[in-house]
Each structure stands twice: as structure tokens, then as C-alpha cells.
T-cell receptor, first 111, second 114 residues
Framework: QQPVQSPQAVILREGEDAVINCSSSKALYSVHWYRQKHGEAPVFLMILLKGGEQKGHDKISASFNEKKQQSSLYLTASQLSYSGTYFCGTDRPSNTGKLIFGQGTTLQVKP | DTGVSQDPRHKITKRGQNVTFRCDPISEHNRLYWYRQTLGQGPEFLTYFQNEAQLEKSRLLSDRFSAERPKGSFSTLEIQRTEQGDSAMYLC????????????FGNGTRLTVT
């Protein structure tokens, strides 16, 4: 089942914060976050596995709620380099790496 | 670690022609994946290999599509009798195969069928 992302698009000024949500009607085994810049490969950001987990590096962090039905990606004090399309994906317990991705959230950071 | 490389970057073909794409994964990775991405959408899984064995194919992969990984290293994706609906970005990714290991994507091959 494909996770649903919201919002579809966000426009920010440098230094502003953003939250991107990834939801499912059923509990997800895992949530993988990727960022893709225009014309480039998707790049892995982080993976969350446990309900209630929070993880982050630099000013990009993510959480996974207790029911494992929603994950949120937090971008604080955004930089121009954060621009791109963010995808969440979910795998199965068998860890095949066959990810089902959401439709993506496009983030544009303006000076 | 030179990353995942794909060739060609762009391919324009006429409807009905056959095309073949190549993917070279990160050398120590034993899993290799093919995804397809259309404009405004997330990548969609097509198939994956563990070493040379093709373990799963999506229902999206019609009989016109075939993928190989003959020696467990590089992989090829062939599309026969291309249709305009095949126009998309074809992404290759590899992983170590360890539990919850990330996918490392290549820059993709953009196919345009005219």
C-alpha cells in the first residue's frame, strides 16, 4: 500500500522550518526517507524502524509515531541546498529492499 | 566507492524499437534493483536481484521487459517493442543486502519513445 505524503509542495525562505508527513492507513514496517534533486539520483537520508523513534542529523530529523502509521520529516533553518523532492518509502518485514514510495513532496527554498 | 552508474543517460527511440539499458552497481553490493519513475511520481519497483538470481518481478513488468544480471555484477534491462507509455526514467539501485540497508541509486536512464 502506497504511503501518502503531505503537503505536495512547499515554498520556503532560507532559515524557515518545514515538516513533511508520510501516512498510511496500516502500520508500516519501516519508513525510509530520500531526497531527489532535479535530474539526479534519490539520496538516502534516514530510516526509522520503531514506533516512537526519532532520528536526525544536522538540521534534518524524522519521527515515527507509536502506531507506526505516520512519519514526519523535519527540516529546520532550511538552506538553499535542501531544495528538492522528498520521498518516503516503506519496506516489508522480509527486508527485500522493495520500497513502495509515496508520491513525493517538492520543497523549494528561496534566498 | 564510485557509486551506481547507468548507461546511457538518455535514450530516444521510435515506437516498436528495442532498447537496452545497463547498470553497474557498487562493487561490493549483492542486491540490485530496477525502478521506474514518471514525472511527479515516486520510483516504482520493477524487479530485483540477489547476486545473479532474479528474486522478484513487479506486475508492472510486462512480457516485453526482461532484466538480467549474468555474473552477479552489472545488470541489463531490455524493453522490446517499445510503446509511448514506456517513456520514463529508469533507475537502478544497489544495496549490501543487510537488513534495512539503504538503496544507493544511479542517476537513471531517461527513455523517450516517439
Amino acid at each position: 500500500q502506497q504511503p501518502v505524503q503531505s503537503p505536495q509542495a512547499v515554498i520556503l525562505r532560507e532559515g524557515e522550518d518545514a515538516v513533511i508527513n508520510c501516512s498510511s492507513s496500516k502500520a508500516l514496517y519501516s519508513v525510509h526517507w530520500y531526497r531527489q534533486k532535479h535530474g539526479e539520483a534519490p539520496v538516502f537520508l534516514m530510516i526509522l524502524l520503531k514506533g516512537g523513534e526519532q532520528k536526525g542529523h544536522d538540521k534534518i530529523s524524522a519521527s515515527f509515531n507509536e502506531k507506526k502509521q505516520q512519519s514526519s520529516l523535519y527540516l529546520t533553518a532550511s538552506q538553499l541546498s535542501y531544495s528538492g523532492t522528498y520521498f518516503c518509502g516503506t519496506d516489508r518485514p522480509s527486508n527485500t529492499g522493495k520500497l513502495i514510495f509515496g508520491q513525493g513532496t517538492t520543497l523549494q527554498v528561496k534566498p | 566507492d564510485t557509486g551506481v552508474s547507468q548507461d546511457p543517460r538518455h535514450k530516444i527511440t521510435k515506437r516498436g524499437q528495442n532498447v537496452t539499458f545497463r547498470c553497474d552497481p557498487i562493487s561490493e553490493h549483492n542486491r540490485l534493483y530496477w525502478y521506474r519513475q514518471t514525472l511527479g511520481q515516486g520510483p516504482e519497483f520493477l524487479t530485483y536481484f540477489q547476486n545473479e538470481a532474479q528474486l522478484e518481478k513487479s506486475r508492472l513488468l510486462s512480457d516485453r521487459f526482461s532484466a538480467e544480471r549474468p555474473k552477479g555484477s552489472f545488470s541489463t534491462l531490455e524493453i522490446q517493442r517499445t510503446e509511448q507509455g514506456d517513456s520514463a526514467m529508469y533507475l537502478c539501485a544497489s544495496s549490501s543486502g543487510q537488513a534495512n540497508s539503504p538503496l544507493h541509486f544511479g542517476n537513471g536512464t531517461r527513455l523517450t519513445v516517439t
